[in-house]
């Protein structure tokens, strides 16, 4: 087997060899070309052809996989071994989806038991809910939702809810989690106490903005109900004495495990708000989907590989390539958000710039990510994806039986696939010079416009397709990124489970905190000093 370090010095010549290239061009070259670069899993179909490599440079990337030992590092992952080492834990998400029945330890310990029960328990109080047999004070059923969590806490859900989410539901489930009062504020606007459920969802029961929106929502709900309210009150944490500390009545304290991260956790009770206002059904399709893709990952060849493959190309584009951003965009309203999911799982997984054991990795780690719905985009960023001076690849995830007024659907589909197609295809100077010189215009105009008109071309990018946006195909394509994150991080010798990065900022703004409200002044530089001078003088800025 190749040994690391020729491997990546493989895929970098690889890479050099890519930019001068057209991607296009390949497909003339490489009559198999897309039978080996579309592949289907858990019901996704994932086309990367249009990827800057050829199958000769895929070769490159998984042997590089091979090298990195991708296949030992999965093993050790489904095996509840310690492969979050800074922090001592396994990250086993995936027995949070595993259907009844499955065997995953961690650290050698059966959890799959506890797993069941849990969401057994889950289940009861959801249906219960949404049954109106679990009643708030005045045994008025609950009608609304309040979710309180951020991060982690947040983002699956949020996902979840707005991409299943039926048009007229039968609980208003709403989500709160920047500590911007604005947004509690706009959240609780209309809603009835007496019908609101409130669920702090925080895996520490220690984030500074779940605590202070979970304060705010119980003092919402004592100031029309009184000290009864608590019964409104529901936390999900791996830190179930916290949250009885803050008033939740144990019973409604739904725990999970310190080996879930934060941004793999939708699949545990952090789901909670999302399957009862969803339905269980609901949400066990979502799991046995993200499950369906544990099975892919597992047993697929390294080759034939959803994400291990997606991983490949991404990271053939930034350190074969050296592109620092990629931009993530769903042509379907309902996934909106997946980009900003992404974010925090891509980012807060693997931005990081030393490996497991603390050495400088040596190469460039996680892309930034950024996108927004298709078409809405287009008519954004596309300019610069487009002809930007950056070459900026571009994930589509696109639904090929979407719902509603057909006429729209095929628009919408139409302007994925052609985006896809123009980015890589482009338009050369040459012919527009053409068609400006048959429009009649003069050789100075057209010198100057032609070249603003040309397309470079050769912008890569992956397609995604789901069949339907059903509750499976959903928690397939979390589960496919997850995945993909975690082989970049096998690859690049990082820790994808921590997130160290996090903690100055939390840390200096508890300081910071603490001078607005009148403490002693610390030592600052002279900019931030001006800032906590100037808002300390704000009584606006300044209230405890
Ligand atoms: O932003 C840091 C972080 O720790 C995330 O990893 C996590 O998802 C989020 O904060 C929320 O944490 P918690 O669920 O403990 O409130």
């Known amino acids: 087997?190749?040994?690391?370090?020729?491997?990546?010095?493989?895929?970098?010549?690889?890479?050099?060899?890519?930019?001068?290239?057209?991607?296009?061009?390949?497909?003339?070259?490489?009559?198999?070309?897309?039978?080996?670069?579309?592949?289907?899993?858990?019901?996704?179909?994932?086309?990367?052809?249009?990827?800057?490599?050829?199958?000769?440079?895929?070769?490159?990337?998984?042997?590089?996989?091979?090298?990195?030992?991708?296949?030992?590092?999965?093993?050790?992952?489904?095996?509840?071994?310690?492969?979050?080492?800074?922090?001592?834990?396994?990250?086993?998400?995936?027995?949070?989806?595993?259907?009844?029945?499955?065997?995953?330890?961690?650290?050698?310990?059966?959890?799959?038991?506890?797993?069941?029960?849990?969401?057994?328990?889950?289940?009861?109080?959801?249906?219960?809910?949404?049954?109106?047999?679990?009643?708030?004070?005045?045994?008025?059923p609950f009608t609304a939702i309040v979710h309180i969590g951020i991060g982690g806490s947040d983002l699956g859900p949020r996902l979840v809810w707005e991409a299943l989410r039926p048009r007229d539901p039968a609980?208003?489930?709403?989500?709160?989690?920047?500590?911007?009062?604005?947004?509690?504020?706009?959240?609780?606007?209309?809603?009835?106490?007496?019908?609101?459920?409130?669920?702090?969802?925080?895996?520490?029961?220690?984030?500074?903005?779940?605590?202070?929106?979970?304060?705010?929502?119980?003092?919402?709900?004592?100031?029309?109900?009184?000290?009864?309210?608590?019964?409104?009150?529901?936390?999900?944490?791996?830190?179930?004495?916290?949250?009885?500390?803050?008033?939740?009545?144990?019973?409604?304290?739904?725990?999970f495990w310190d080996w879930v991260g934060?941004?793999?956790?939708?699949?545990?009770?952090v789901g909670l708000s999302c399957a009862i206002a969803l339905g269980w059904e609901v949400f066990?399709?979502?799991?046995?989907?993200?499950?369906?893709?544990?099975?892919?990952?597992?047993?697929?060849?390294?080759?034939?590989?959803?994400?291990?493959?997606?991983?490949?190309?991404?990271?053939?584009?930034?350190?074969?390539?050296?592109?620092?951003?990629?931009?993530?965009?769903?042509?379907a309203q309902r996934l909106r958000l997946f980009p900003a999911f992404l974010q925090q799982l891509e980012m807060e997984s693997n931005g990081k710039r030393v490996d497991a054991s603390g050495r400088p990795v040596g190469r460039a780690t996680a892309a930034a990510v950024f996108g927004d719905a298709g078409t809405n985009g287009q008519h954004a960023f596309f300019?610069?994806?487009?002809?930007?001076?950056?070459v900026i690849p571009v994930d589509f995830v696109a639904v090929a039986g979407g719902e509603g007024e057909p006429d729209s659907q095929a628009k919408l589909l139409a302007n994925a696939v052609a985006q896809a197609e123009a980015l890589m295809v482009g338009r050369a100077e040459g012919e527009v010079r053409a068609e400006l010189q048959a429009a009649g215009l003069d050789a100075a105009h057209i010198d100057a416009l032609a070249p603003q008109r040309a397309f470079p071309g050769d912008r890569p990018s992956s397609f995604i397709l789901m069949d339907r946006l059903t509750p499976r195909a959903l928690g397939a394509v979390i589960a496919l990124y997850e995945h993909k994150t975690f082989v970049e991080g096998v690859l690049w010798g990082i820790n994808s489970f921590d997130q160290w990065g996090v903690e100055l900022g939390?840390?200096?703004?508890?300081?910071?905190?603490?001078e607005l409200r009148g403490g002693p002044r610390g030592a600052h530089d002279p900019s931030t000093a001006a800032l906590i001078a100037r808002l300390a003088d704000d009584p606006s800025a300044s209230e405890p």
């Open 1 to 140: 087997m190749t040994d690391l370090d020729t491997a990546w010095r493989r895929l970098l010549e690889a890479g050099g060899r890519a930019s001068g290239r057209r991607i296009a061009g390949l497909f003339d070259v490489e009559p198999d070309r897309l039978a080996r670069l579309a592949l289907t899993a858990a019901g996704l179909t994932l086309d990367l052809s249009k990827q800057p490599w050829s199958l000769a440079d895929l070769a490159a990337a998984l042997d590089l996989a091979g090298a990195a030992q991708v296949e030992a590092a999965r093993a050790a992952l489904f095996g509840g071994q310690i492969v979050n080492r800074s922090e001592g834990r396994p990250a086993l998400h995936m027995a949070l989806r595993a259907a009844d029945g499955a065997a995953f330890q961690a650290k050698g310990r059966p959890v799959s038991p506890a797993v069941e029960a849990s969401r057994a328990a889950m289940r009861t109080f959801a249906e219960g809910v949404r049954a109106g047999d679990i009643r708030g004070v005045g045994a008025r």
């Open 171 to 255: 609980i208003d489930l709403r989500f709160v989690a920047n500590v911007d009062p604005a947004e509690i504020e706009l959240a609780l606007a209309g809603l009835d106490p007496a019908r609101t459920l409130v669920v702090a969802v925080s895996k520490s029961f220690t984030t500074q903005e779940t605590l202070a929106n979970a304060g705010i929502a119980r003092a919402w709900l004592r100031a029309a109900l009184g000290e009864a309210a608590d019964a409104h009150l529901v936390a999900v944490s791996a830190n179930p004495e916290a949250a009885a500390a803050f008033g939740v009545a144990p019973d409604r304290v739904f725990d």
């Open 262 to 269: 934060g941004r793999y956790s939708v699949w545990s009770a």
């Open 284 to 331: 066990a399709e979502l799991l046995a989907g993200a499950a369906e893709m544990d099975v892919h990952f597992q047993t697929a060849p390294l080759h034939a590989n959803a994400p291990v493959l997606l991983a490949l190309a991404h990271v053939f584009n930034r350190d074969g390539l050296g592109r620092p951003i990629r931009a993530v965009v769903p042509y």
């Open 383 to 390: 300019q610069l994806l487009h002809q930007g001076t950056d």
């Open 506 to 514: 939390k840390t200096l703004a508890a300081r910071v905190l603490g």
